[in-house]
């Protein structure tokens, strides 16, 4: 009977051991991209990889604050709109293009040009002009300053 109780322990023991050492799954990686909680050079670096890698980022939620850009584009008849966030310098500018989800006339729905803003979105890619593009869909534009 000791011979039996001291295997069960030893066998216990293993694989309470087996079971401790055992490879843990990574985390998931953050659906969430929060740019408003980077420093300006970690959040300029963050959009400068946004725009050249864009493919890693769909399907994310961005949040980020910025200046408000209208841009209209003769070829499409159409505005674009962006959030620019400039470098820590203040000499260089990177943009993410927005849409603003449902039904918004411009200008009177939106910001002024130059105006400080947050959007949080979903990192999007679209098809025009037979190229693929990529943008956030947003449900609100936020002023805040």
Known sequence: MKKISAV????CALCA?????AAKPAPAPSDIVDLTAMSSTLVYA????ITNNPAQYVGKTIKMRGTYQANY????????HSVVIADAAACCAQGLEFEWAGKHAFPGD???NGAEVEV?????????????????TVDG???VG
Not at 46 to 49: A, L
Not at 120 to 136: C, I, K, N, R, S
């Open 46 to 49: 963050e959009v400068y990889n």
């Open 73 to 80: 584009y003769e070829p499409t008849a159409q505005y674009y």
């Open 8 to 11: 069960l322990l030893g066998l």
């Open 110 to 112: 939106y910001p002024a």
């Open 141 to 143: 534009i936020d002023v």
């Open 17 to 21: 051991l087996a079971a401790g050492c």
């Open 120 to 136: 949080t979105g979903v990192f999007t890619p679209y098809q025009e002009l037979g190229q693929t593009y990529y943008h956030l």
